[in-house]
């Protein structure tokens, strides 16, 4: 499966980055990110040019990266700043730096042709670092091309049958959805809004409610990386105001973060911000330990269907019925990005 | 959410709307063409072909809008 070049991807949550080096393979391209003694995260390709050791495998000096194989010495720029045992520093001895970003809480970084990384086109997430809200968030490393993550996220109706217990009940696999695609700004909605539905545990013990609920579920997914579930959760009958504040329900903005590593690996970066029970630390165990496991089912999942999908023709043959309206959608952006984007590794 | 509305800010927004109680998808063009379908392949096809194909025989759907599903 082909990636799409020239955009911003998700290479840490910012919490992730500090003062160790930390390796993540991004679209191919090893890189060691950290953060300066200033607080500026840095992302440098992960190969020293003198004999291609990791630099994720050295160690930080200040705000420069030693390499722990012979010691050639980089700032935060990617140049090389020291070799061992003599003075003059070759002219190429530099590694490329990565244009970063960090907003929202999440590191991303631009993997393309550095001349086109425009940070005003990331997409926002400001859930998660707004006062307001309550965040958990997790990674986990999944063994499957990233395209079947963005299937997966596409269709909910899953929720019935992969995660009943947790986060699915039968009204969500019932409910028919709108899709939308907004052609120009290159984001696809899906919603899916339920008047009467049954309360999962994962709502019912984070929110307190007892009984029926409305449900209403708004994906926007702007691709390839950022996927945003707005989950508002009410009793039963109860709709937003006219006007004013929302403030009978409840709501988590579930956000996902679809980052390609390799041709059949993705890093599946996750948070849920909630604006309910904002100070109760048991609800937020509750639900980094729930999501946790919701994550990880998809993720056992996906990694089975990643085995089987491999080991077949490249055209094998699907069937789509009404409930993948969006997940056809957001393939076909994605297709639209891979062919726009630069070809090969900028280097 | 008026059928065949740009977006705010001006994008051209194609909508499928899938029909209560029913298994039948309603496609909804940006220039306000209609039609209904049982399944999403073929339905975003004539979708996205616009305006080719919008004159194509189809289950003429009755345009709130009272536009005429009509090639733009
Ligand atoms: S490989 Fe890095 S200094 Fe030799
Ligand atoms: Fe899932
Ligand atoms: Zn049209």
């Known amino acids: ?347 | 959410m008026s059928p065949g509305a740009d977006a705010p800010g001006g994008g051209r927004v194609y909508r499928v709307h899938w029909v209560p109680g029913t298994d039948t998808l309603r496609g909804i063009c940006h220039c306000g063409a209609q039609r209904l379908a049982e399944e999403p392949v073929a339905l975003w096809q004539w979708l996205l072909d616009h305006p080719r194909g919008h004159h194509l025989p189809t289950v003429p759907a009755a345009d709130p809008t009272g536009r005429q599903a009509v090639p733009a």
């Open chain 1, 1 to 347: 499966m082909e990636f799409a070049r020239d955009q911003w991807y998700v290479a840490a949550h910012g919490v992730e980055v500090g003062r160790d080096l930390l390796a993540r393979t991004v679209l191919g391209e090893p890189l060691v990110l950290y953060r300066t003694g200033a607080g500026e995260a840095v992302a440098l390709a992960d190969r020293c040019v003198h004999r291609r050791f990791p630099l994720s495998q050295s160690r930080l000096d200040g705000d420069t990266v030693v390499c722990g194989y012979h010691g050639f010495t980089y700032d935060p720029t990617g140049a090389c700043v020291f070799v061992p045992g003599q003075q003059r520093i070759p002219r190429t001895a530099r590694v490329a730096a990565y244009p970063v970003v960090e907003q929202d809480s999440l590191v991303w970084v631009w993997i393309g042709d550095r001349e086109r990384a425009d940070p005003a086109t990331i997409p926002r997430a400001p859930w998660l670092a707004d006062p307001r809200y309550a965040v958990v968030r997790g990674m986990a490393p999944l063994d499957a091309r990233y395209g079947l993550l963005v299937d997966n996220l596409m269709d909910l109706s899953h929720e019935t049958y992969l995660h009943g217990g947790y986060i699915g009940t039968p009204e969500v696999a019932d409910t028919p959805i709108t899709t939308e695609v907004d052609e120009d700004r290159g984001v696809v909605h899906v919603s899916r809004h339920m008047d009467d539905a049954e309360c999962p545990p994962f709502y019912a013990r984070s929110t307190g409610i007892q009984g029926r609920i409305t449900r209403w579920q708004d994906i926007e997914y702007h691709p390839p990386c950022l996927y945003l579930l707005h989950s508002r959760i009410a009793p039963q009958g109860v709709y937003p105001p006219a006007e004013g504040e929302d403030s009978a329900a409840f709501h988590a903005e579930i956000v996902y973060a679809i980052t390609p590593s390799t041709a059949h690996s993705t890093y599946d970066f996750w948070a849920v911000a909630r604006d309910f029970a904002v100070d109760d630390e048991s609800v937020s165990a509750y639900l980094h330990q729930s999501n946790h496991t919701v994550v990880m089912q998809d993720v056992a999942a996906l990694n089975v269907l990643e085995r089987v999908i491999a080991a077949e023709p490249e055209r094998y043959q699907e069937l789509s019925i009404n409930i993948d309206t969006g997940g056809l959608a957001a393939r076909r952006l994605l297709a639209r990005l891979v062919g726009s984007g630069t070809v090969g590794a900028p280097r």
